[in-house]
């Protein structure tokens, strides 16, 4: 059996998000590694830690998987309201009860938010407008 899920969350997250999250029901890209010609807003992943929480009798992980939620607008104008949308939906979608991820060899025990993260960045030709995101997840092995 497998003793990492790094592979079977990310695509779970995937698979939730993906055409499941829309603004005026146009689905929101997601993307692992986002590509020159990225659509705005996109929800794009980060990174997982994973911290071993086994017992004698299951082997367990106590887990984080981060995303972004991005926009672009020319210059100094935007809105966050599109990313907070966005964010709005994820969070409901990866904190339905029961827990929605359906793994192949673990179950996800929890799903909480750890941390959520909003902040700005300019270039000269681009504001962007971010929302970082933290899940904190119990995975045990079945």
């Known amino acids: 059996m497998s003793k990492d899920s790094t ?3 990310q695509v779970a997250y995937y698979t939730l998000l993906n055409n499941n ?5 146009t689905p929101v890209p997601v993307y692992d590694e986002v590509p020159a010609t990225a659509t705005y807003p996109h929800i794009q992943f980060g990174n997982t830690n994973l911290n071993d929480d086994s017992t004698k009798q299951s082997f367990q992980d ?6 972004s939620v991005v926009d672009r607008f020319s210059s100094d104008t935007g809105t966050r309201s599109k990313i907070n949308n966005v964010v709005n939906q994820v969070k409901q979608i990866v904190r339905t009860r029961p827990v929605p991820f359906n793994l192949t060899n673990f179950n996800v025990i929890t799903s909480v938010v750890e941390s959520d993260l909003s902040r700005k960045e300019r270039t000269s030709t681009f504001t ?3 929302r970082e995101l933290r899940f904190g997840h119990i995975i045990e092995e079945k």
Do not use: D, K, Q, W
């Open 7 to 9: 592979t079977e969350l």
């Open 62 to 67: 106590r887990g984080s998987f981060s995303m």
């Open 128 to 130: 962007y407008y971010i």
């Open 21 to 25: 999250v829309t603004l005026s029901g």
